[in-house]
């Protein structure tokens, strides 16, 4: 897949790129978090703040931003931009995707996450009691603006998030990455490492958009992560969840497919040096982790198709039973 994401390292250039795109935005949607940055005056328009969260991406916030869509007139011919992380990224995609049987937007991915994966690939959607992400779309958007810049008001914690997921990209697609993360002793990234990550998502979610099969390799470490956020009543942040979710399925992986005890070994190393944690005790019991993986949609009755590494970019999707999971799970 080529990569027509368009790349900054300044705001000034995002600017710049934003100004040049013809795309004249009809309502720009902003993370509150982000008031700071003051987009109505850099970008010269009215700008909708919008506050959101995991615990609050659910439906009454996409109808929240659809009845804003209502309020400014859109019609099938407007066009959105979207500034924010991965949550308001995920429903307001969603908003549009399904607004008037949808209309264009634009992408600002504002943290490491969102940069790396969650803007890519056309997927959103929203929770639900059923869990995370249950009720989505598969919408590409209209263009993507990657700026390394608005990285720089990240607070650490959100970082570290982004990092987990850039290293799982690294786990499931390039030893390169993985080295560079796992050895490299400053924990901050370089455009050129972001674009890196967004290639090995871009290459893989080009040969299975609507996610029959190779695309489920992203998932490795968020069949547990996943769990762990539900289990968690989202308290555990996505990446937390997920960096729990990797190790588990790295002990999956030796255990089922012969993975290195080497690799292990340097994961928990890279967890240590950002202060994560590598495990997590189930508050809620057996049967609402079954019910939560009864829900996962890689799931059937009671076996489950989970992404293992034979290797460091050596992943694969082999079907285990929920009793084989739970081997490694501790409730
Ligand atoms: N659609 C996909 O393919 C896909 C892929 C991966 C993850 N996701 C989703 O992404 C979500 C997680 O995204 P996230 O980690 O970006 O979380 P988030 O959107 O909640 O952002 C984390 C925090 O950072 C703040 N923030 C955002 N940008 C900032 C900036 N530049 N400076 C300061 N603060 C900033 C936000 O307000 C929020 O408080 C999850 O819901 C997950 O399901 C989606």
């Not at 994966?117 to 959103?124: F, I, R, S, T």
């Not at 588990?248 to 994961?267: F, R, T, W």
């Not at 890689?298 to 290797?311: A, E, F, H, P, R």
């Not at 039973?321 to 501790?330: G, N, P, R, W």
Request: charged share 25%.
């Amino acid at each position: 897949m080529t990569d027509s994401n368009k790349y900054s390292e300044t705001l000034e250039e995002l600017l710049n790129d934003l100004n040049q795109t013809n795309n004249n935005h009809d309502l720009v949607i902003v993370d509150s978090n982000l008031e700071f940055y003051n987009f109505e005056k850099l970008l010269n328009t009215d700008v909708l703040y919008i506050d959101i969260s995991e615990s609050t991406k659910n439906l009454v916030s996409v109808e929240r931003v659809w009845n804003a869509l209502f309020e400014h007139n859109l019609n099938r011919l407007s066009n959105l931009l979207i500034i924010g992380g991965g949550v308001l990224l995920d429903v307001c995609a969603f908003a549009a995707s399904t607004y008037k049987r949808g209309i264009s937007f634009c992408l600002v991915p504002t943290t490491l996450l969102a940069m790396v994966d969650a803007a890519h690939g056309g997927k959103n959607g929203f929770n639900n009691d059923y869990g995370k992400n249950q009720i989505g779309t598969f919408t590409e958007p209209k263009s993507i603006f990657v700026c390394h810049e608005l990285l720089d008001s990240l607070s650490e914690k959100d970082y570290k998030d982004g990092l987990i997921e850039l290293i799982k990209h690294g786990l499931i697609g390039s030893s390169e990455i993985y080295e560079q993360l796992s050895l490299g002793s400053e924990y901050k990234v370089s455009l050129d490492t972001i674009k890196k990550g967004i290639k090995i998502k871009l290459d893989i979610v080009s040969e299975d958009f609507t996610e029959l099969n190779k695309r489920k390799l992203l998932n490795f470490g968020h069949t547990i992560g996943h769990l762990i956020e539900k289990d968690s009543e989202f308290k555990v942040s996505h990446g937390e969840a997920v960096a729990i979710g990797i190790y588990y399925e790295l002990l999956l992986s030796k255990k089922h497919m012969g993975l290195p005890q080497e690799v292990i070994n340097s994961y928990l190393k890279y967890l240590e040096k950002i202060d994560y944690s590598y495990t997590y005790k189930f508050s809620k019991g057996k049967d609402s982790i079954m019910e939560a993986l009864k829900n996962d949609k890689k799931s059937l009755i009671d076996n489950v198709d989970i992404v293992l590494l034979s290797g460091i970019s050596m992943p694969n999707i082999i079907n285990l039973s929920f009793d084989e999971l739970f081997e490694v799970i501790d409730y």
